[in-house]
């Protein structure tokens, strides 16, 4: 059926059919607003963010259940770099009137087993025509304790840097989908089902561990400018410590140039914070008890918002930030990253 | 300056810096997501619109500053019909990097001259590049007192229907545009300024004076449909007491068929709602002490959807709702109306 035919309030309907709204949830779909209660003496946190087809993505390298999930996980891990548990979530889509429903179904089917995962309900959103491209739209909101959150200004000098996962996969995934070259499954799943990491992100809030955090959605070199900048730190990174999979390890092998997909890629979803030295331990505790792999990679000294990497030959080689900017001259076809 | 020179993080930084945060704002613009509290005891009500070029404005109707402006009130007019207060906001904006930094310029400063106006913060949004239309997608947060709130499936058989200001005048000026007429200037400014009614939602809400409320963007028919349609309740319209400015009443007089735009236009803005007879004069005494015009229209019965008009001749005819539909085959070119 096409979305012609079903209608904007047929398909609201459907997707308010798909949602239980837990007791937090006063008015949810269907309301001019949605109303809601936080845990008491919590605080509200909020992130929203926009993704356009042939800027964000393309249909050519997702299908419509991946491209659902991924939205929201990529707006789930902001909030999992602020230390927050997110609650609900806003669903915005705009897509042409001859699309035909069982796509948008899947897009929505792929969006809500991304929060059922994470307790998360929709419960809002907005419906319309797009004169070309798919536009979405998603606002995540969850909360945390007064003074549990972590924010991006606070690294210290000496602090160590601290990364979740693996870097580079999603990169070199899309590297290779652009080239037409066949995608190992591994690297591409890592592209397409990117893992907010909710509950590393909680701890390591909740425990007070971490100094500054931010997730890697512009790529390691970039999102780690945004933490030295503001706080006149520079970064020694130590190459041999960046976090590599396998499957991008064996491609690294023959091809060593696509190291620099691990420094600057993009769309890692992973987090990337600062600790105390006497904190890493504890950091590394965390880590083992949920079973989300941290490794720390340099360390933060005084400085300008200069990137240093120190090779496995020991020579130390500055780092340009090459971040991923939306509106800069480096953009000139879909990059499939998020801003 | 293009966008392009000036890139997205330089924007950010020019919105930043026309941005004051109170002292609820704990984290503002420049995090991974906002950190804020609510007044202690109330719950979080939240709305979010998309707005698309091509489909909900043009820019041969509209300038960007008035574009930011509505961007803003249309989203602020959906807490107004909950009897919330609006408090922060999130705006994302994807416009081509070709466009001078001038009109992304005016159209911040038209969103934040809005937002000073009902003491609404900036806290967060998305700017990113698009592949051709302007993109707007507008979050809202406010709160209101638990039992406040006023939702739509509340009103009852023998509730009077009361609507906001008059009607039809954006609809008309909009006509007038499409049809390269000259518009009359208050009927354009109602068609570029709607005036969010927050303080006429806010006191509904707080005196428990309204059964149901809704905002008309669709227009009266459609946004009354979705009053009546889930309470099993007809309407009786008084074709009389239906409010029309003067500059629309002028129009009408030569061109009765404008009429219509007043039933069906959409985007006035004003708040649609029902309350019981005996709460009517508390209704018209707040009208007075607020200086809002409020008309009664109507009332409900039991039924099944149906609206139904008492002429001025007395004749009693259906009225068929004819709703914006965006992906309903109804639409065709762009509208100016918001979803």
């Not at 945390?144 to 160590?160: H, M, N």
């Not at 520079?234 to 999979?245: E, F, H, M, N, V």
Request: charged share 20%.
């Amino acid at each position: 059926m096409k979305l012609r035919a079903l209608g904007e309030f047929g398909l609201i309907e459907q997707i308010r059919q798909k949602v239980v709204d837990p007791a937090s949830v006063y008015r949810g779909i269907g309301d001019d607003a949605a109303e809601l209660s936080l845990p008491d003496g919590h605080r509200l946190l909020t992130s929203t963010d926009m993704l356009i087809e042939g800027v964000h993505f393309r249909f050519e390298w997702t299908d419509s259940h991946s491209l659902g999930r991924k939205a929201v996980a990529v707006n789930l891990s902001d909030l999992a770099a602020m230390g927050g548990t997110p609650s609900f979530l806003y669903l915005s889509l705009a897509c042409p009137v001859d699309v035909d429903f069982t796509e948008v179904e899947a897009f929505f089917e792929g969006a809500l087993a991304e929060m059922a995962t994470f307790q998360v309900t929709l419960v809002g959103g907005d419906t319309c025509r797009s004169p070309g491209p798919w536009v979405i739209s998603v606002t995540v909101e969850g909360h945390v304790s007064p003074g549990d959150s972590v924010g991006r200004l606070q690294a210290r000098p000496g602090d160590v840097i601290l990364v979740s996962g693996t870097l580079g996969d999603s990169a070199l995934a899309l590297n290779h989908l652009k080239s037409h070259l066949p995608v190992d499954p591994y690297l591409l799943q890592r592209h397409l089902r990117p893992l907010p990491r909710i509950a590393l992100g909680q701890a390591l809030g909740a425990q007070h561990l971490a100094s500054a955090m931010i997730d890697i959605s512009d790529g390691l070199s970039a999102d780690l400018g945004h933490l030295l900048m503001p706080a006149g730190l520079d970064a020694l990174l130590d190459a041999a410590q960046i976090p590599l999979s396998s499957a991008f390890r064996d491609v690294v092998r023959d091809q060593p140039d696509f190291f620099e997909l691990a420094l600057h890629g993009g769309e890692d979803y992973e987090l990337l914070f600062t600790a105390t030295p006497e904190n890493v331990p504890a950091v590394m505790a965390l880590s083992d008890s949920l079973n989300v792999p941290v490794s720390a990679i340099g360390k933060l000294e005084k400085g300008s918002g200069q990137i240093k990497l120190r090779q496995t030959t020991g020579r130390i080689d500055p780092v340009l930030a090459r971040g991923y900017d939306h509106f800069g001259p480096s953009q000139k076809t879909p990059e499939g990253r998020n801003a």
